[in-house]
């Protein structure tokens, strides 16, 4: 054993030890905090801007999906009209009432109309600057190609009123028409430019319609202002100084959060602006910065999260791509200057620092006075210490002046009458507590393993208890409704007969009239034109046949509803399960439809012949909407991250078969999804397991299932899945 001797040791004066470590661990603490807080703070502001600018992007690109969608919807409208016939493409009168209406109705249209493959057509113009919507009619056939168009000013109700103008015009020119008719189906035909003195930027959507031996019969188009997306971008606060704009592949402006509109009026003609000729110099910098890094914009695929330095203030850049399925493929643009953010974080550092300043002049002066305070009173114990350690225990120390000190001269004292005594005692003591302490273990641990299990447990419960009452809470409401639309449904539905019968009579009352009396007073005959009888006795049975098309729509639905509900079947009894499917799917059915980033989600139903089943029918279709939801979901995910072309070449598709064996029914829903590997499914149906977002899922959903079926109905239920190649949910439960 090695004997360290004091003299291989630096030796410290007490007084030097009291206030130099205590000086110096003020003095690091304070500045390693000082420098945490500011790197903490810079931290934060990078995820700060990190989610404002998400934010932003997501705003910006959900306002794109509903603001752009609008005119596709409105040619498809059209297109619909065409095909129930009421709309007449020829009748040019009608027509431009017809889209005259739409105009008004949607402010942000600068043109809607269509040209027939003659090179006749009708449109309704709402042009930026203009007093009043107005119809532009070119009813005679195209010579040339060019077309005689004539705008006429309107009244509120879309009467013509003046004619203000007359143009040729050749349609068959146009990108608009062309493009549609090269492509064979609804697009963007890109963004035009009108001039004037307001001058305006425009996208085109385009449309063509096609008889029915395939023969192109028209080209619908509708011109959208792109100066509202300026103005929404306007209204969003990204930062005190932070911009965010839009841009094509080509680099030219769309919509800006700037003041300076994309474009400039030269000698009455509209020009559009690059982004890096944009006279805002943020948009400028960060568009020139953004070609530099990355190159080409056609290069730019994913999202995209840079920084650089404009007049010496960081900036934070998030692009962003954003695409319809109707061809625009534009980039969003989110820039941050970091100074927004940082300006109150270096104020405060500032003064963190003055005041470590002050703070180490004060702790060094209070460690000179503390020190000598302390030192004389223990150069004494050190005497009387020493004294004792050579055997000397009837030495005694006298020590005023601190209280801890003399406490501690005391202790001396007394330690040198009861030394023995105490290392005695210590011994014993030392023997009980390490019983007491192996003991005291044992009982905690035992305890804690029964604490955990009964936790486990209520948290079972509670969660299956609180499902229990949403679904409960779910159905009532769900009965509720039903019953509230019911009623007056039916009551509609019941006079649609008797009013069909009245409107019959009143027709046929006027039929007679006029086969009596062909030729009616003047005021009589001024207001058959005015209402267009001819139309009105066309229209008037249409309109009846669609409310009561209606009216069974609605009552399906709520009968749908009400046996989804099933609150008058909380016990066991026989039902049929695919009643309890079909159900589940028609409430289900808006998430079937396309949306913007997901196509159509297809049902294929693979029916067997079964047996009425008996079982809880409300905890069943509680179980089908747990798994077909979360088929909707994963399809959904994965449509998120493929392109156009990749939907396009495999459709989702949820498959949902049913059979009977012996005593048990079995039903399979499988999609055709991204599927999950082993890790993920092997955790399914555990309580709060998810691998949804946070706020998206609660992990309760598919392990309720699992209890319904495995407790409820002594049933089972597996799901079988591998990475890409979907999931299958199988259902196992007794007939009886």
């Known amino acids: 054993m090695k004997i360290f001797n004091s003299k291989s040791f630096i030796k410290v004066p007490l007084r030097a030890l009291l206030i130099v470590p205590f000086v110096a661990q003020i003095s690091i603490s304070v500045g390693l905090v000082g420098y945490l807080s500011l790197k903490n703070g810079q931290k934060a502001v990078n995820n700060l801007a990190d989610q404002v600018m998400g934010k932003t992007s997501d705003l910006v690109n959900q306002h794109l999906n509903s603001y752009l969608a ?66 532009e009619l070119y009813p005679l056939v195209a010579v040339k190609g060019v077309s005689k168009i004539s705008s006429y000013v309107t009244d509120a109700q879309g009467n013509k009123t003046k004619l203000v103008n007359t143009y040729d015009y050749n349609s068959f020119e146009q990108t608009w028409y062309i493009e549609a008719v090269k492509a064979g189906k609804p697009i963007w035909s890109g963004i035009s430019t009108w001039d004037g003195e307001v001058g305006y930027i425009a ?28 103005d929404f971008l306007r209204q969003i606060h990204v930062s005190q100084n932070g911009s965010v704009f839009i841009i094509e592949r080509n680099g030219l402006l769309v919509a800006n959060s700037s003041s300076q509109k994309p474009y400039v009026i030269v000698n009455g003609k509209t020009k559009r602006l690059a982004a890096t000729d944009s006279p ?32 010496g203030d960081r900036q934070f850049v998030k692009v962003t791509p954003w695409r319809d399925r109707f061809g625009l493929d534009w980039l969003v643009v989110v820039s941050v200057p970091e100074s927004d953010f940082m300006g109150q974080i270096y104020a405060n550092t500032r003064t963190t620092f003055f005041l470590c300043l002050l703070t180490l002049g004060v702790a060094s002066i209070a460690g000179i006075y503390t020190s000598r305070w302390i030192t004389q009173p223990i150069l004494r ?39 023995q005594e105490s290392f005695t005692a210590l011994e014993t003591a030392n023997q009980q507590l390490e019983e007491a302490n192996t003991e005291l273990e044992e009982r905690v641990e035992t305890r804690t393993t029964e604490l955990q299990a009964t936790i486990a447990q209520l948290h079972q419960t509670q969660a299956q208890m609180v499902q229990s009452e949403k679904m409960s809470a779910l159905g009532q409401m769900v009965a509720g409704v039903a019953h509230e639309i019911n009623n007056p449904v039916n009551f509609i539905h019941g006079n649609l ?38 139309f009105l006795e066309q229209d008037l049975t249409k309109v009846l046949q669609s409310m009561r098309i209606g009216t069974n729509r609605i009552r399906e639905i709520v009968l749908s509803l009400r046996n989804f509900s099933r609150l008058d079947e909380a016990e066991v009894k ?25 196509s159509e989600i297809q049902i294929i139903k693979e029916y067997g012949k079964l047996p009425l089943v008996k079982c809880y029918a409300g905890q069943m279709n509680q179980v089908f909407m747990n798994i077909i939801s979360n088929a909707i979901d994963a399809l959904e995910e994965r449509d998120r991250q493929r392109t156009l072309e990749e ?90």
């Open 70 to 135: 609008t005119p596709h919807q409105i040619n498809q409208l059209n297109a619909d009209a065409i095909e129930t016939g009421i709309l007449d493409l020829r009748d040019f009168e009608k027509a431009g009432r017809y889209f005259w209406k739409q105009t008004q109705l949607y402010q942000n249209f600068a043109y809607n109309g269509y040209t027939l493959v003659t090179g006749q057509g009708v449109g309704s113009a709402n042009y930026p600057g203009s007093k009043s919507t107005t119809i």
């Open 280 to 311: 805002d110099r943020l948009i400028q910098a960060t568009s020139k910065y953004l070609q530099q890094k990355l190159g080409d914009f056609d290069k730019i695929q994913n999202q995209q999260q840079l920084t650089f330095d404009f007049k």
């Open 647 to 736: 939907i396009q070449a495999q459709p989702s598709i949820i498959r949902v078969s049913t059979a009977a064996k012996g005593s048990t029914v079995t039903i399979s829903i499988k999609d055709n999804g991204s599927g999950m590997n082993e890790a993920v499914r092997s955790k399914l149906f555990n309580p709060f397991f998810t691998t949804k977002p946070i706020g998206k899922g609660t992990g309760l959903g598919l392990a309720i299932s699992y209890q319904i079926v495995t407790e409820k109905h002594h049933g089972k239920l597996y799901c079988y899945s591998q990475p890409g190649k979907g999931a299958e949910f199988l259902i196992e439960i007794p007939i009886l």
């Open 574 to 598: 026989e039902v049929d399960i695919h009643e309890g499917i079909d159900n589940t799917l028609v409430i289900l059915n808006h998430r079937l439809k396309a949306k913007p980033d997901s």
């Open 381 to 419: 114990l050190i005497q009387a210490s020493q004294a004792i350690a050579a055997g000397h225990l009837d030495r005694s120390v006298e020590v005023k002046g601190i209280d801890e000190l003399e406490i501690l001269g005391q202790s001396f004292n007394y330690m040198a009458r009861q030394l």
């Open 497 to 534: 007969t008797y009013i069909d019968g009245y409107t019959q009579d009143l027709l046929r009352l006027v039929q007679l009239y006029q086969k009596y009396l062909p030729e009616p007073p003047k005021e009589i005959e001024e207001e058959l034109v005015a209402t267009d009888f001819d």
């Open 203 to 230: 996208a085109s959507a385009s449309y063509p319609i096609y008889e029915k031996s395939g023969k192109l019969l028209a080209v619908f188009g509708t011109d959208v202002l792109l100066s509202s997306i300026s």
